[in-house]
């Protein structure tokens, strides 16, 4: 395999998939959360939903977004917003 091994464990990428997938946060709060680049979340979206799908798996969209995701969106904009956070960018 070329480049650096993933910063997330597997464990942690497929819960961001199926956070992606079920509750449809886009890369950028994932990687607020998971203290990743937006690339590089963005990668590893793409890598786990090819793995569930080749499986054959499928994670159905949340009809009504959970009471925790309101409670989500707000760690994501306080992380986001204050400047002794760390963020990782990709430049």
């Not at 819960?15 to 509750?23: D, E, I, P, Q, R």
């Not at 946060?25 to 793995?51: C, D, G, Y």
């Not at 959970?66 to 986001?80: F, G, H, N, Y």
């Amino acid at each position: 395999r070329r480049g650096r091994p993933p910063r997330l464990t597997f464990a942690d990428q497929v819960l961001a998939t199926v956070l992606h997938l079920h509750v449809n946060l886009a890369a950028e709060p994932l990687a607020v959360l998971f203290n990743s680049s937006r690339t590089a979340m963005h990668r590893t979206l793409l890598k786990i939903r090819r793995l569930l799908e080749a499986q054959g798996i499928t994670i159905a969209p949340a009809t009504t977004p959970p009471a925790a995701l309101t409670a989500l969106q707000a760690q994501v904009a306080t992380r986001s917003s204050n400047p002794n956070s760390k963020i990782k960018t990709t430049g």
